[in-house]
């Protein structure tokens, strides 16, 4: 069999090899191999393990050859949880968080996801598309091969949502990094539907999300479960509706107040339950049993400021299954970088390196629906792959605040390298 591609000599691999299911307690911790090879061909991996090849793989003059001693090689890196798509910054809310001011507070204001949204509705496509573009540049270089997408900043004006799936669709078919889209038209309440709520439901229930699924925008539906947005039986009716239209289900639970939105996506079930900051102990433990994967974001946490942090280290021993994500938005944590991610969870979240490295690959390729093609480097998958300058895992959260990835290839294509 001929090799396209071929890393070898790699100080550390790591494959992700291991059970077919999103992985928790003992099972999260990603096991590395010495000298390790990875072959690639046609897009594939068709091999990656301990050296030396199988006898049927062989390298061949035109086999692009990497020398990669003393480094690490992982599956590239997947960002399950991001607001990609939208207008303008909010940097002005700074020194509102600075005094003291928390999301609701900045929410009640007017302030917050409304100038997001307005900001998002005056863009045109191309600036939405730019934007979005540029961001997406950031992730690759530091890693990320594979984003999830969330609309949310139309808020009641429809038209908002569509353009921001339409630029997530048009940037998956011209970018590198592959685009998952999620429809997260209740993201808030919108104002003139307060006193209305029942209405505005039945418009998302009935009218946006059987368009959405007509037109193949999105892939999920995401609803923001909290005080304030949308309650537990809002929430649980919308899901119901989506899970229905055959979407799959997303659920941001317990960021802010233990709601018991985590209860909820255990009922469902929901695939994914984010942020969970809140979550209450039954609530993990109904997560555990229903096996709904936790997306958790410590970068939203770090952003605001308040110490308050999901209880990873809880989640991980009752079973619950998580993935690490950035939660990349204008307002709650500007951020693309996921390796910043890894670092917080480390410090935050007491997680071991092999714990976070899982976390990032094959659990949050799980979050996604995405586990059969990406998330771990075995035979059949695609090769979107990490040359890490990096002596070991462990360097990578404990070095913080810097790059550490040296080249990127996405389904076999490089497709970024640091400058020398």
């Not at 959405?212 to 999105?218: G, N, Q, S």
């Amino acid at each position: 069999m001929q090799i396209d591609v071929l890393l070898e000599h790699i100080g550390t691999l790591y494959t992700l090899e291991g059970e077919k299911r999103p992985r928790s307690k003992e099972a999260l911790k990603a096991k590395g191999v010495r000298d390790g090879v990875v072959a690639v061909f046609d897009g594939q991996i068709i091999y990656g393990g301990a050296y030396p090849l199988p006898e049927e793989i062989q390298a061949s003059e035109n086999t692009q050859r990497v020398d990669c001693t003393d480094k690490v090689v992982t599956p590239g890196l997947i960002d399950a949880h991001t607001h990609l798509v939208h207008g303008g910054s909010r940097e002005k809310e700074l020194a509102m968080k600075i005094a003291g001011a928390d999301y609701l507070e900045i929410y009640n204001a007017g302030l917050g996801i409304y100038s997001t949204q307005k900001a998002t509705r005056e863009a045109d496509f191309q600036s939405l598309y730019d934007k979005a573009r540029k961001s997406l540049d950031v992730m690759l270089a530091h890693g990320t091969t594979t984003v999830e997408a969330k609309s949310g900043y139309g808020i009641w004006d429809f038209q908002t949502e569509i353009k921001q799936m339409q630029v997530a669709h048009q940037l998956n078919a011209n970018h590198p990094v592959d685009v998952v889209s999620t429809f997260m038209g209740a993201h808030a309440m919108p104002a003139k539907y307060k006193e209305n709520p029942d209405e505005f439901i039945r418009i998302l229930t009935e009218e946006m999300m059987p368009f959405v699924k007509e037109e193949r925008l999105a892939e999920f539906v995401d609803v923001f479960c909290e005080e304030g947005v949308f309650d537990i039986e809002q929430s649980r009716r919308i899901l119901t509706a989506a899970k229905e239209l055959g979407f799959g289900l997303k659920i941001h639970a317990d960021e802010i107040v233990s709601l018991g939105g985590a209860q909820l996506a255990a009922k469902l079930p929901t695939l994914s339950a984010e942020h969970l900051i809140a979550a209450s102990d039954k609530g993990i433990q109904d997560m555990a049993k229903a096996g709904v994967i936790a997306c958790l974001l410590p970068g939203t946490s770090f952003n605001l400021g308040k110490g308050k942090y999901a209880k990873a280290r809880q989640m991980v021993e009752q079973g619950v299954s998580i993935a690490l994500c950035t939660d990349y938005n204008p307002g709650s944590c500007p951020t693309e970088n996921l390796q910043l991610i890894m670092t917080f969870a480390a410090l935050y979240y007491r997680l071991l390196p092999e714990e976070i490295l899982t976390a990032v690959t094959y659990n949050a390729a799980c979050a996604i629906g995405r586990q059969e093609k990406i998330g771990s480097l075995e035979k059949g998958k695609e090769a979107d792959l990490i040359l890490w300058d990096a002596p070991n895992l462990d360097y990578i959260p404990y070095h913080f605040g810097v790059n550490h990835v040296e080249r990127v290839w996405k389904k076999g294509k490089e497709v970024w390298r640091k400058a020398e």
